[in-house]
């Protein structure tokens, strides 16, 4: 690839010159000729005549080849086929590698006809935002600005012949002139109802599409004009615009699950970035000297409907709506607006706690920027904190990526993941997540089965994020992050990952298979010193998140009854928290079971019931599920297990569960016979009484109880006020 560089101001009065001195030499031919005449010809001018209309015609050819090699590289530039150099000033068009350097080879090589089209239709978008058009008209246009907003050359030209400010008045003003008043009865009707919505859209991948195509500085400096924009005194409509545009998606599946998810475009990172600071800042000239969050209290100031164009419903005013949403399609973009780099050379270290957490109260607050409640906020949380999750985005290649590098990329995810779950579930009323949202959240806490049960304790000291260190086999330490989450926000999120079945038992599986190998590890510990520390955290561990689990289900049972929400989907349905919140051991031992009968969510007395129902049945089955892992453990004797039968009254089911020698029978069993009625009474029984009967350690006859409640009163406080949400000291 050739690039032919050139000052386009220069050659364009060399252009103008050559073609003006060719008008000038035409002019003074057709002068002498016709004083010639005038004279009755008195010498021949025909082969001076013919002559000078040869030279001129070269001249106006040598002009228009000119032309058009100028017009390639305007229309190169304008395209971002090639950029402005460093000067400022001088721009070039390409030809491609074998091919001559001729005009034409030029005009065809550099989007030219594209080019011309988008400034053409910029040209139309302006004429029909100020004088309106005929509805076919606009449809034309339309299809036309959509067919060409995927492709880089016609973005960057549209984008050229626009101004930032333009750009977001043009939905407003051409959703007001496809408005027309009936004459009759004085009421305002559409030509084309979606015309804003579908130019919005349009216009939403024309700049995602440029901007993927700029360098840092362009794609920065534009953000800023566009925040500018909406800034700007009496241009109300603009952010709303801004949002719409922001708010044009792809489909991707980002969690693998079959099913593609709405996120966002891509856009250059840089422009993404700079858009989010600078509308996290947002401050409107309309109000002089207030804070830039001030907007939040003012926003019924900020308002006049009586001009408004653009339909509130299809158009946020939340200054970060949009942003928001295309961070989802742009996770890189996202973390590092989040969770921001420190500058300097090299990998940067993770910060200090006190930042840490300064960093997870703030992105806690920019969730709380927006209701929970409105369409797709939820969702786009929920999707950034499952992509910083996965890092599927992040090449962990030593050769691309070094160690201390992923170690910060580790720190930042789970810091940006902290901020995200803690202030979803932040609500001081149990809140109310969509399905697709109860999914995703599910997926997130799943990948972290240590820091859900870490976060059913009372208090949580290590702060929003923990780390823990490791020595590699080369002497050296790394540190891997994983997020914490407070009483409150687990025990929403919880809640609400309870009313999906798929949900629940992804999250109870991964729960319990975490804590079937922290009790494995802690019965192998014990063996080898005698130490029963190890055994007893693990079982008050695993009683204490079972209980936080069925708190947490009990809790948003009351809160819905409390709000009586009546249209709610999730009314009149049996909490699914049971069929896998609270498994039996093991990591294919889930199992439904099904006592309580649903009721209307309004009635807040059978709400109360309900949950003092599934707190009884959530205490028997973990009973029920620390006994089975007691028996498999090997941690008893022959003794100790006739000991506990024959404690237990010799009920009859007893032999279910251990036979005459004193054998566990529940070692070889499928989950099918572990949820046998005769078993699950066995185990109950068995479990009351099983201890080492020669020195009586390991009893956790009473644990089971103690850690179960104490982890149910930390999701569903008997005070009746919302769960802790303050980090421990």
Known sequence: MAYVFLDPDALQTLIDGLKGYATTAITNRDDAVNVNTYEDSPTSLT?????????????????????????????????????????????????????????????????????????????????????GCDPDDWDTLLARVQAGQDDPAYANALLANIDPGRLLDLPADIHGKMTARDAKDQTDWSLRPDAARDLTNALGHVLATASYTWPDDQAADYANKLADATEEKGKSERLKALNGMLMASQDVDVDEDGTAESVGLDYSDSMLTTLAQRMENYSPQKWDNTSPRDWWHRLGDFHDDSHLLLPKELYSDNPIAGVVHAMTGNPQAAQNWLVARPDGQGAPDPASPDQTE???????????????????????????????????????????????????????SATAVSGILNGVGGGEKP?????????????????????????????????????????????????????????RALSNLVGQISYNETASSRLGESVTDYNQKVFDDAVATYEDSGNPKSVNAAVKAQCRTNGFFAGAAGYQEVG??????????????????????????????????????????????????????????ALKQNYEQLTASLLNSGLYDS????????????????????????????????????GDTGVKR???????????????????????????????EMAKPSSGEAPGHAWGG
């Not at 797709?376 to 590098?405: C, I, K, L, N, R």
């Not at 089965?449 to 976060?455: G, L, Q």
């Not at 896998?580 to 059978?606: C, H, K, M, R, W």
């Open 47 to 131: 082969d001076f005549s013919d002559i000078v209309g040869l030279h001129c015609a070269s001249l106006e050819d040598e002009a228009a080849d000119l032309q058009n090699r100028l017009d390639a590289a305007r229309a190169a530039n304008e395209s971002g086929l090639t950029s402005t150099g460093a000067d400022g000033r001088t721009i070039s068009y390409v030809i491609p590698e074998g091919m001559e350097d001729t005009a034409e080879n030029a005009t065809a090589s550099n989007n030219v006809d594209t080019v011309n089209q988008a400034r053409e239709d910029a040209a139309s978008l302006s004429d029909y935002a100020k004088g």
């Open 358 to 412: 300064e960093t997870v109260q703030r992105v806690q607050d920019l969730v709380g920027w927006g209701s929970l409640k409105e369409k797709g906020w939820a969702t786009d949380w929920a999707t950034m904190a499952y992509e910083f999750d996965s890092q599927g985005w992040v090449s962990s290649d030593p050769a691309v990526m070094s160690q201390e590098e992923r170690s910060y990329q580790d720190y930042a």
């Open 431 to 487: 809140v109310t997540l969509p399905d697709g949202v109860r999914n995703l959240v599910s997926e997130t806490l799943a990948n972290h089965p240590d820091s859900v049960v870490d976060s059913t304790e009372q208090a949580t000291p290590k702060g929003p994020v923990d780390s823990v260190e490791t020595e590699a086999d080369d002497g050296t330490t790394t540190y891997d992050y994983r997020p914490l989450f407070t009483n």
């Open 560 to 617: 819905s009854a409390e709000k009586a929400d009546k249209v709610s989907k999730d009314r009149n349905k049996t909490a699914s928290f049971l069929a896998g919140l609270i498994p039996t051991v093991g990591p294919e031992a889930s199992y439904i079971v099904n006592v309580a009968q649903p009721f209307n969510e309004d009635q807040e007395s059978s709400a109360n019931s309900r949950a003092h129902n599934m707190k009884d049945v």
């Open 639 to 674: 003794d100790d297990l006739l000991g506990a039968v024959r404690d237990s009254g010799k009920d009859r089911q007893t032999d279910r569960v251990v036979d005459e020698a004193g054998n566990p029978l529940t070692v070889d069993m499928d989950p099918s016979e572990i």
């Open 682 to 712: 066995g185990l109950d029984q068995v479990g009351g009484y099983l201890y080492h009967r020669a020195d009586g350690t390991l009893d956790y006859t009473d644990t089971r109880q103690s850690s179960f409640n104490e982890g149910y």
